[in-house]
């Protein structure tokens, strides 16, 4: 969809909105394709929504529902007809339903990427499963479709349970398990601060088979008795370096402390340090290790960059780079303040920018993740938090206007561009007093990056 017929879109609901409210339109990014569409109705966590041409696809294959007054009840669905021998093809041998080969084959995905090819059948045969791929390899995929495959309709609980570390990344999983869900009839929950939790104890008290959630929501709503876990099958750690982390692991343990002790458990991230391993011993029966990539911890499909500045001409150098780019750009800042601090530079030169912090309040993100995908605003700045849990297709050029402080939030930046074997950028500034901190850096790469001082244009 182009810029001008979004902005035609806005122009329509503009003059399409009546007194009473017939014919308004909302704004909501599709489940399959990321892409920045509009709809007649207000949009449910529960459902998910697809642009026009996603959702011509998806309207045959995917099974229908029975009507019935009572809309929020679930009921059983038909499986699709099978599948025909393409889409078959796509996940051969692994035993799909053909509901599930539907959906897969409407996203558009003819093959399984090796972390998916050898995932899903571990999982589907209720092993434990530690998968490392680099970031955009399809991990996603790797454990969502075993999820929906596992989960019983008929049984109204929840049954599986995705932990992950941003409120982007949860809307995200939610999106894609949703998809898949929608096949058989089961119903996903995401849980997330930054929104009122109400709405969320409501959807929990009609019922979930799926809940992906922020490890803090999720404890409250245990806490709160909205959600009861007993019936768990399987419990995701998506991202599970930062799960495990200090910064997460008090309230994952007590979230793990109300599960099944019979429970399948699934670990999935980029990188997957020793401490990861070992921590999560105590978690996993035995699991299986599943490594794509392991020793590479940065896409080869990624260029990269390196200049040696002055932290004085870093605004200037960035200027540079922005005019010479076509495509979508996010430029890493350290922290909040500075992030907001640089936004408001770049704004005040002309340029078309968001700012992405932690501090933002949920309604607030999603405009902004919104106006980024859909070329609004096609520079995004951001701390660390959009470093995971942001898919959007053809990013060019990922800018490291501060260092990071960890090899591992390096990998996770930089995997924002050249996603799924498309080329992509990555742009490093290092100033005289982060030289030790980029060494550090650069050996995680496993190869030198030859870098060049940066010259002001004359």
Same mark, same amino acid.
């Given at each position: ?12 609901? *503009? %003059?399409? $909105? =009546?007194?009473?409210?017939?014919? /308004?339109?909302? #704004?909501?990014?599709?489940? @399959?394709? &990321? ?29 229908? *529902? %029975?009507? $019935? =007054?009572?809309?929020?009840?679930? /009921?059983?669905? #038909?499986?699709?007809?099978? @599948?025909? &021998? ?236 922005l005019d010479e780019s076509d495509g979508p750009v996010i430029v890493f800042g350290r922290t909040k303040h500075g992030v907001r601090k640089l936004a408001r530079q770049l704004d005040s030169l002309g340029y078309r920018v968001g700012a992405l912090q932690g501090n933002l309040k949920q309604n607030a993100r999603e405009r902004v993740l919104a106006n980024f995908r859909s070329g609004t605003a096609p520079i995004l700045v951001a701390t660390n938090v959009a470093a995971r849990g942001i898919d959007v297709e053809g990013i060019d050029q990922v800018v490291n206007y501060d260092l990071p402080d960890s090899p591992q939030l390096f990998t996770h930046r930089v995997g924002r561009t050249g996603r799924m074997g498309r080329h992509g950028e990555a ?32």
């Amino acid at each position: 969809m182009s810029l001008h017929s979004r902005s035609t879109g806005r122009e329509r609901h *503009r %003059s399409t $909105t =009546r007194p009473n409210n017939r014919g /308004r339109r909302h #704004e909501v990014v599709c489940a @399959a394709c &990321d892409a920045l569409t509009t709809v007649p109705f207000r949009p449910t966590a529960d459902r998910p929504v697809y642009c026009r041409p996603c959702f011509q696809n998806h309207r045959r294959p995917l099974p229908v *529902r %029975s009507r $019935t =007054r009572d809309s929020q009840s679930p /009921r059983p669905i #038909e499986e699709a007809q099978p @599948a025909t &021998d393409d889409r078959a093809a796509a996940f051969e041998g692994m035993g799909l339903r053909s509901g599930v080969l539907a959906v897969i084959a409407g996203m558009g995905i003819t093959e399984p990427t090796p972390i998916q090819k050898q995932s899903i059948p571990l999982l589907l045969a209720g092993r434990d499963v530690m998968g490392q791929a680099r970031t955009g390899s399809g991990k996603t995929l790797a454990f969502a479709v075993p999820l929906v495959e596992r989960c019983d309709p008929s049984h109204r609980a929840v049954q599986a349970l995705v932990l992950v570390p941003t409120r982007e990344l949860a809307i995200q999983v939610a999106a894609v398990a949703g998809a898949l869900a929608a096949a058989r009839g089961l119903r996903v929950q995401s849980l997330y601060g930054g929104r009122s939790i109400r709405p969320e104890r409501a959807a929990l008290k009609r019922g979930a088979h799926v809940v992906v959630g922020t490890p803090g929501r999720t404890l409250d709503h245990l806490r709160q008795r909205n959600l009861d876990l007993d019936g768990l099958r399987l419990l995701v750690l998506d991202e599970a370096d930062e799960m495990l982390d200090k910064g997460f692991a008090h309230d994952v343990e007590a979230i793990l402390e109300r599960t099944p002790p019979e429970r399948q458990t699934a670990l999935f991230s980029a990188t997957m340090p020793k401490w990861v391993a070992n921590t999560a011993k105590k978690h996993l029966r035995e699991p299986e290790r599943v490594e794509i990539d392991a020793d590479i911890q940065a896409p080869p499909s990624v260029e990269h960059q390196v200049y040696t500045i002055e932290r004085g001409d870093k605004i200037e150098a960035l200027q540079a780079l922005l005019d010479e780019s076509d495509g979508p750009v996010i430029v890493f800042g350290r922290t909040k303040h500075g992030v907001r601090k640089l936004a408001r530079q770049l704004d005040s030169l002309g340029y078309r920018v968001g700012a992405l912090q932690g501090n933002l309040k949920q309604n607030a993100r999603e405009r902004v993740l919104a106006n980024f995908r859909s070329g609004t605003a096609p520079i995004l700045v951001a701390t660390n938090v959009a470093a995971r849990g942001i898919d959007v297709e053809g990013i060019d050029q990922v800018v490291n206007y501060d260092l990071p402080d960890s090899p591992q939030l390096f990998t996770h930046r930089v995997g924002r561009t050249g996603r799924m074997g498309r080329h992509g950028e990555a742009i490093t500034f290092v100033t005289p007093d982060e030289a030790r901190k980029w060494r550090q850096i650069e050996r995680s790469l496993g190869h030198r990056v030859t870098g060049e001082p940066w010259r002001r244009a004359s």
